[in-house]
C-alpha cells in the first residue's frame, strides 16, 4: 500500500514555543490530506482537511490560530502548533488521499507532542 | 452532527471467548471501515465494507454492515492475547471524503 510518513515521531517542547509537524506521502500525490489529534486511550478527533493549494477547513471546536495547517504540495501538508501549552500535549495523526473523492486513505504513523 | 457510536469501550476477556463490538449512527455512510490501533503507531486497515448487508471475513474476524449502512459489527471467534489492542470503526461520508472515528473498543484479551 501507499506510504505515508509523519516527522517527528516524537518532539518535547516547552511552553509557549511552536512546533510544526509535518506529513509526506512518499509514493503518491495526495490532494487531500486530514489532520487528527489523540488522547491516550481515546479515539482519533478530525481536526481539519486540508487540500492542496488552498485553506484548510476546520472542524468544529478546533482554533485555526493555534493549530496552523499548510499544504503547500502534494506530497507535503504541515501542522504547526502555536504557543504550545501543557493541554496541547497529544497524539497527532495525519492521513492521506490520493485524487479526490472517497478513494482509501493511508494513515502516517503519528507524532507524539509532549508540552513541559 | 455526524456521530458514530461505537460500543463497548472497554472489553476484558478470557482467551477463547467470542466477542462483538458495534457501531452505530444515524447518519448513512459511503462505507465504513475498521482499524486495528496499537500504541504509539498509527491505524492500519483491517477491511472496509461498502454495500449494506454485506459480510467480511479476515480469518477470526467477521465484519457486518447493515443494511441501512447505518450500522457495522465485528465479531471476533475464540479471541486470543494477540488479538489485544484498540479497535476503531470509522465512517466515510461523501461530502467532504472525512473519515470519522468512532470512541474506540479497548479490547484486552487475558491467556
Known amino acids: 500500500g501507499a506510504v505515508v510518513s509523519q516527522h517527528p515521531s516524537w518532539v518535547i517542547c516547552k511552553s509557549g514555543t511552536s512546533v510544526k509537524i509535518e506529513c509526506r506521502s512518499l509514493?503518491?500525490?495526495?490532494?487531500?490530506m486530514f489532520w487528527y489529534r489523540q488522547f491516550p486511550k481515546q479515539s482519533l478527533m478530525l481536526m481539519a482537511t486540508?487540500?492542496?493549494?488552498?485553506?484548510?477547513?476546520?472542524e468544529q471546536g478546533v482554533e485555526k490560530d493555534k493549530f496552523l495547517i499548510n499544504h503547500a504540495s502534494l506530497t507535503l501538508s504541515t501542522l504547526t502548533v502555536t504557543s504550545a501549552h501543557p493541554e496541547d500535549s497529544s497524539f497527532y495523526i495525519c492521513?492521506?488521499?490520493?485524487?479526490?473523492?472517497?478513494?482509501?486513505?493511508?494513515f502516517g504513523e503519528g507524532s507524539r507532542l509532549t508540552v513541559l | 452532527t455526524q456521530l458514530l457510536e461505537q460500543s463497548p469501550q472497554f472489553l476484558s476477556i478470557q482467551e477463547g471467548e467470542n466477542l462483538t463490538v458495534y457501531c452505530n449512527s444515524s447518519s448513512v455512510f459511503s462505507s465504513l471501515q475498521w482499524y486495528r490501533q496499537e500504541p504509539g503507531e498509527g491505524p492500519v486497515l483491517l477491511v472496509t465494507v461498502v454495500t449494506g448487508g454485506e459480510v467480511k471475513k479476515l480469518k477470526r474476524l467477521t465484519f457486518q454492515f447493515g443494511d441501512a449502512r447505518k450500522d457495522s459489527s465485528l465479531h471476533i471467534t475464540a479471541a486470543q492475547p494477540g488479538d489485544t489492542g484498540l479497535y476503531l470503526c470509522?465512517?466515510?461520508?461523501?461530502?467532504?471524503?472525512?473519515?470519522?472515528f468512532g470512541q474506540g473498543t479497548e479490547l484486552s484479551v487475558k491467556p
Open positions: 486540508s487540500n492542496e493549494g488552498s485553506k484548510a477547513t476546520y
Open positions: 492521513s492521506a488521499r490520493e485524487g479526490t473523492g472517497t478513494g482509501e486513505l493511508f
Open positions: 470509522a465512517g466515510l461520508y461523501n461530502q467532504g471524503g472525512k473519515l470519522i
Open positions: 509514493d503518491f500525490q495526495a490532494t487531500t
